[in-house]
T-cell receptor, first 115, second 111 residues
Framework: AQSVSQHNHHVILSEAASLELGCNYS??????LFWYVQYPGQHLQLLLK??????LVKGIKGFEAEFIKSKFSFNLRKPSVQWSDTAEYFC?????????????FGQGTTLQVKP | ETGVTQTPRHLVMGMTNKKSLKCEQH?????MYWYKQSAKKPLELMFV???????ENNSVPSRFSPECPNSSHLFLHLHTLQPEDSALYLC??????????FGPGTRLTVL
């Protein structure tokens, strides 16, 4: 069955520390990959996405992610986190086709950044 | 951001009640979705609609009944729910397989 695994469930960092959140998926077909973020009290927002082309994609707020096809991974990185990055982060794989998507989500990673 | 709106934002209901959740998208998308977000579990896809036609029902119990009267509106009708159905219910929309945009969700508590 298709699945998405996020290795870190709860991460605590100090401001200016570097961040890397792991995401692996199990699906043999063509995938579109996403990272969503949910800030406290807010709705899910798109952070970045990969559909094709350059496997290193840049998103909002200085985040980037690298798609490594051979490792079925799509890890999220940020060189220097800020207190405002405190949120829950979700990796998702879209295995849909035709007129609709089908997002499979990871369990989420709660990031707490200490000022 | 008001691309996808959901009402009500909070709902408390008894197991014998009937209630409905409403979602509206203002993005001109052709697909709409219902997800369930429970504590300690990944978001679960419940239903998918494309151009008002249901294309996926992810083994959801019949006490949840979706309705999509047009491409901008999506409902989730609730009937005789169980306490374990308490969760955050999220609506999303997309243009085909492109990025899904989410609403703020309805926090449902079943007593």
């Amino acid at each position: 069955a298709q699945s998405v695994s996020q290795h870190n469930h709860h991460v605590i960092l100090s401001e200016a520390a570097s961040l890397e959140l792991g995401c692996n998926y199990s699906y043999g077909g063509t995938v579109n990959l996403f990272w969503y973020v949910q800030y406290p009290g807010q709705h899910l927002q798109l952070l970045l996405k990969y559909f094709s082309g350059d496997p290193l994609v840049k998103g909002i707020k200085g985040f980037e992610a690298e798609f490594i096809k051979s490792k079925f991974s799509f890890n999220l990185r940020k060189p220097s986190v800020q207190w405002s990055d405190t949120a829950e982060y979700f990796c998702a794989v879209n295995i849909g086709s035709g007129n609709t998507g089908k997002l499979i989500f990871g369990q989420g990673t709660t990031l707490q950044v200490k000022p | 951001e008001t691309g996808v709106t959901q009402t009500p934002r909070h709902l408390v209901m008894g197991m014998t009640n009937k209630k409905s959740l409403k979602c509206e998208q203002h993005l001109g998308h052709n697909a709409m979705y219902w997800y369930k977000q429970s504590a300690k579990k990944p978001l679960e896809l419940m239903f998918v609609y494309s151009l008002e036609e249901r294309v996926e029902n992810n083994s959801v119990p019949s006490r949840f009944s979706p309705e999509c009267p047009n491409s901008s509106h999506l409902f989730l009708h609730l009937h005789t729910l169980q306490p374990e159905d308490s969760a955050l219910y999220l609506c999303a929309s997309s243009r085909s397989t492109d990025t899904q945009y989410f609403g703020p969700g309805t926090r449902l508590t079943v007593l």
